[in-house]
């Protein structure tokens, strides 16, 4: 028997392909669950559909209206929903003086006013016994620079999902977060190409690589699975990273410019 035989799950933020997202669904339905996936762009979400099965719903996060969709497609096709988990996010990188108005409350309705609704839209119909998972980010606890509207939504709902774990732990609803720290997805596709940029952040891991979107969603089927007896944390998946620190903004663009010296010297050799 697999992990989830006879679940449904639902997936938000699914809609990017090969994303995070996508690694998750693919890996709930491969421990037997029927999933939803859910995001804002139609093509790859039902091209994943004709790979693992489930169903695929075009859902804004922050729209109330596609979210009692994306939970009645569900009931209605599966007849219950077991997990939930919301991988949604915006990777807006900008110093803190740069930052917008317009791009704080782009990220705000994104990262924390959106993740709210979907998890009350969630909870009106969740079985008892149910798992709620939010993905976060290392972030949320160490620095990086330029990165502060991101960090504070993080971190925002973290403590959103401690006050879900403990309103609803009386139903047998568990809900946790998963902290990545950086990790090879299409987000972090131009800086992932970078080999300069990859050294940079590996110095930082305890255990020598960044992550993938494998190890996040091994993690993912686990909070998912009724062997989990743990709510209201936040879960470290990132090779020990939180242990350190991210680097510099500098130490990066040193990295950077020292690998292209050295490109440099090897092809005038």
């Known amino acids: 028997m697999s992990q989830l035989d006879g679940k449904v799950a639902i997936v938000i933020g699914a809609a990017g392909r090969d994303n995070m997202g996508q690694a998750i669904a693919r890996a709930f339905a491969g421990a037997g669950a029927r999933v939803v996936v859910a995001g804002r762009s139609e093509a790859p ?144 596709e131009r800086a992932s190409r970078n080999p300069a940029i990859i050294e940079a952040f590996v110095k930082e891991y305890p255990l020598g690589r960044v992550g993938t979107s494998e190890d996040i969603a091994a993690a993912a089927l686990w909070l998912a699975s009724d062997e989990c007896f743990m709510t209201g944390q936040v879960l470290q998946v990132n090779g020990g990273l939180t242990l350190r620190r991210n680097p510099r903004n500098a130490e990066i663009a040193a990295s950077v410019k020292a690998a292209r010296t050295a490109a440099a010297a090897g092809g005038a050799g």
């Open 45 to 188: 979400l039902e091209e994943l559909v004709r790979e693992i099965g489930g169903a695929a719903v075009v859902c804004d996060i922050g729209d109330e209206a596609d979210l009692a969709r994306l939970a009645a497609t569900a009931l209605d096709r599966f007849g219950g929903i077991d997990v939930a988990l919301n991988a949604t996010g915006w990777g807006l990188l900008k110093p803190f003086l740069e930052t917008s108005k317009d791009e704080i409350e782009r990220i705000v309705a994104l990262q924390f006013t959106g993740a709210i609704l979907f998890y009350q839209a969630i909870l009106r119909v969740m079985r008892d016994g149910g798992s709620l998972i939010q993905i976060s980010s290392a972030t949320a606890s160490i620095m990086l620079e330029d990165h502060a509207a991101y960090m504070g939504t993080k971190a925002g709902c973290d403590h959103v999902i401690r006050c879900i774990a403990n309103e609803f732990g009386y139903r047998g609803i568990r809900a946790n977060s998963i902290a990545p720290g950086f990790t090879t997805t299409p987000m972090t």
